[in-house]
């Protein structure tokens, strides 16, 4: 029975397109997601590939194509069609986004607590003690000190911000979290270490999870799904391994030739 | 014992086309075909560069083909893997295919014990129990316990091929793809593959592998398949 769930997408995107000005940002994307599978979007600066996680996000508004959302009546809803109320709703309990830059994802002047506790708040939780309670666990759950609950995320390390965002996320047990380049920037221990935590989280809560990432390793490690992104479009897509071990594309050949083996 | 096969190739094409050198095309293979039923070893035989890797990893739908099939009995029934869907591929592999490659790719800050027991865990073996055969299966293996804690990423050739062997053979898996399980192994680990692939065999799992050691693949395989009479087709 849980076999034919999982055969249900958890999203569909159709046709999705959005230029700016005369710039294309994403034309004509169709793609399906599966809960508990993580889709890789690959491609170089300017493919394309962030303003996709835009569109599938509702972040941005498609100027042609839809994306529907299957709830948790299991109803598939097109996304553009929902209320306000009901869209954030949604965003707070179903949904995670976790960003390149943490400070786009976190409240930098409210403590590492109050950042996850926030989200409970959200949907919900009053009891202050239990508030408390639960976001000391996810802390420990992102490797982040229980003495360090009442610090503001500006005394963090890059690497801590990145853990406490994931905290923040995955807190309120969404479906489906989009991350946009999550270990860009970090140090490539850091790197390593997010890598594993988000690899295990998502393999133990079963979550759907759309990452863009400009590195192929990455996309490796985390993803079982890839589809490859140029000027807009999506020119190549399969399994992770196969894209990667048997590209067929000109532009993917040359993206998978141009990692240097460390 | 049932006689029908497990894996059955027919009419196999693949052909690498390499834009980045201007499109040039490289053959690997043409009028593939073979059958393995339960039970049996079979190795892929011919010399380096006729195709046996490429042939292994076109089975486990890690290559894509070109035309042909490769149906693979799985959950009762076939799958196609060269046109399955993706998602169907993945479980096949996690109901029905091992793939034990050359070279282990490590996970970063994963221990090695960790490593091998995944697979079964995977299964919904509970975890205490599936780290408890990961390391009886490291001990037969003779990877020194003091080893087990740590990511194999330092560890010698040798050594990450237990690791990878441990893996792959750790699970039930009706199909296992081997491909040079035994290269970096000294004689007296590579007693303990034969007879570890032994044991698969008597389970009726069928293997598919490349074994460059002469006395190894002697000793384990029914027969071989010559991979040149697949090349000079293509």
């Known amino acids: 029975m849980s076999a034919r769930v999982a055969d249900l997408p958890l999203l569909v995107a159709e046709g999705l397109s959005k230029d700016y000005g005369a710039r294309i940002g994403c034309r004509d994307v169709s793609l399906k997601i599966f809960p508990g599978e993580v889709l890789a979007v690959v491609g170089e600066s300017g493919s394309g590939k962030s303003t996709l996680l835009g569109l599938l996000s509702t972040e941005l508004a498609p100027d042609a194509g839809r994306v529907r959302y299957r709830l948790r009546d299991g109803r598939l809803a097109d996304l553009a069609g929902l209320g306000a109320a009901e869209k954030r709703l949604l965003m707070r309990t179903d949904w995670g986004f976790v960003r390149q830059n943490a400070a786009d994802g976190l409240r930098m002047t409210v403590s590492a607590g109050g950042n996850v506790g926030e989200r409970l708040m959200a949907v919900g939780w009053r009891n202050y003690a239990r508030i408390r309670a639960e976001a000391t666990d996810w802390l420990g759950r992102v490797e982040i000190a229980a003495d360090r609950i009442d610090d503001d995320p500006r005394a963090f390390s890059g690497g801590m911000r990145q853990r406490l965002q994931i905290a923040r996320n995955l807190v309120t047990r969404p479906r489906l979290v989009f991350m946009d380049e999550p270990t860009g920037g970090l140090d490539v221990s850091v790197q390593a270490r997010l890598l594993d935590l988000i690899r295990s989280l998502v393999a133990e809560l079963g979550l759907a999870v759309v990452i863009v990432t400009h590195d192929l390793a990455v996309a490796r490690l985390l993803s079982h799904r890839m589809v490859v992104m140029r000027h807009g479009r999506v020119i190549e897509t399969g399994l992770t391994d196969q894209v990667l071990d048997d590209p067929r594309e000109p532009y993917t050949q040359l993206l998978v030739s141009s990692v240097l083996a460390a | ?234």
């Open chain 2, 1 to 234: 014992m049932t006689s029908e096969p497990i894996l059955s190739v027919d009419g196999v094409a693949k052909t690498f086309l390499l834009h980045l050198r201007g499109g040039a095309r490289l053959p690997v293979v043409s009028g593939a075909a073979f059958e393995l039923r339960p039970g049996e070893c079979v190795a892929l035989g011919g010399p380096s560069g006729a195709g046996k890797s490429s042939l292994l990893k076109m089975v486990y739908g890690n290559y894509r083909i070109d035309s042909g099939t490769i149906r693979v009995r799985g959950d009762g029934d076939f799958v196609d893997v060269a046109s399955a869907d993706p998602r169907r591929l993945l479980r096949l592999r996690a109901s029905t295919m091992g793939y034990v490659s050359q070279f282990l790719r490590v996970i970063p800050r994963v221990s090695t014990l960790e490593v091998v027991a995944e697979p079964l865990v995977g299964d919904g073996v509970a975890r205490e129990q599936a780290l408890e055969r990961a390391g009886a299966l490291l001990a037969w293996l003779n990877l020194p316990e003091r080893l087990w804690p740590l990511p194999p990423a330092t560890f010698s050739g040798g050594e990450q091929q237990r690791v990878n062997i441990a893996r792959g053979l750790i699970a039930h898996r009706p199909l296992l793809l081997m491909d040079e399980p035994t290269a970096s192994l000294d004689a007296a680990n590579s007693r303990v593959v034969v007879e570890l692939i032994g044991e698969k065999k008597r389970a009726g799992v069928a293997i598919l592998g490349i074994f460059h050691d002469a006395q190894v693949r002697e000793t384990v395989c029914d027969r071989v398949i010559d991979v040149t009479e697949f090349a000079k087709a293509a």
